[in-house]
T-cell receptor
Framework: GQNIDQPTEMTATEGAIVQINCTYQTSGFNGLFWYQQHAGEAPTFLSY??LDGLEEKGRFSSFLSRSKGYSYLLLKELQMKDSASYLC??????????WGAGTKLIIKP | GAVVSQHPSRVICKSGTSVKIECRSL??????MFWYRQFPKQSLMLMATSNEGSKATYEQGVEKDKFLINHASLTLSTLTVTSAHPEDSSFYIC?????????????FGDGTRLSIL
């Protein structure tokens, strides 16, 4: 079966760095997406990785290792507004998105 | 950037009412749109995939006759919750993917919060 695993909840301090991991087992791979979802709102697109390596976009970076079925989202210089759920999703061989359950990130002052 | 508009943002209505939700891609054409449902503190659940000009593909356990989907153009898909009941109360979110490539991110509308009394 297809499976996406990410931690349920993480806590970090304002100004610090946090890494949210995602491991996956899917039938085929056409890329991995990270989304941010604030409570009561729809998800917003953060990043897309299809090749191995690190993609940097401002304070957010996303890493992919296809051989390990592994990705992480790195958030630097954390701000209170970064408190949200972070969703990992993998596009399988049929170009369907398989969603993880999301990681709730709590930022403390 | 890609923008998806979803309307209405909130609906409160009596049990037995049918509710129509619209999802529009504003600056791109979307052959495929997706309808999700999310209950409080739970993950996104895909309900159906809406294909322009053809029948929607429903996920297992989702009633086709209750959740009617129409994707009449490349920029508009609608979801109608027929004869809604309190257990249908949820956050409904649509997303659309730019038709220029399959490996494109899905862009989400702002969601519709449906409350059935």
């Amino acid at each position: 079966g297809q499976n996406i695993d990410q931690p349920t909840e993480m806590t970090a301090t304002e100004g610090a760095i946090v890494q949210i991991n995602c491991t996956y087992q899917t039938s085929g791979f056409n890329g991995l997406f990270w989304y941010q979802q604030h409570a009561g709102e729809a998800p917003t697109f953060l990043s897309y990785n299809v090749l191995d390596g690190l993609e940097e976009k401002g304070r957010f970076s996303s890493f992919l290792s296809r051989s390990k079925g592994y990705s992480y989202l790195l958030l630097k210089e954390l701000q209170m507004k970064d408190s949200a759920s972070y969703l990992c999703a993998v596009m399988d061989s049929n170009y369907q998105l398989i969603w993880g359950a999301g990681t709730k990130l709590i930022i403390k002052p | 950037g890609a923008v998806v508009s979803q309307h209405p943002s909130r609906v409160i209505c009596k049990s037995g009412t049918s509710v129509k939700i619209e999802c529009r891609s504003l600056d791109f054409q979307a052959t495929t749109m997706f309808w999700y449902r999310q209950f409080p503190k739970q993950s996104l659940m895909l309900m159906a995939t809406s294909n322009e000009g053809s029948k929607a593909t429903y996920e297992q356990g989702v009633e086709k006759d209750k959740f009617l989907i129409n994707h009449a153009s490349l920029t508009l898909s609608t979801l109608t919750v027929t004869s809604a009941h309190p257990e249908d109360s949820s956050f409904y979110i649509c997303s659309a993917r730019d038709q220029t490539g399959e490996a494109q991110p899905q862009h989400f509308g702002d969601g519709t919060r449906l409350s059935i009394l």
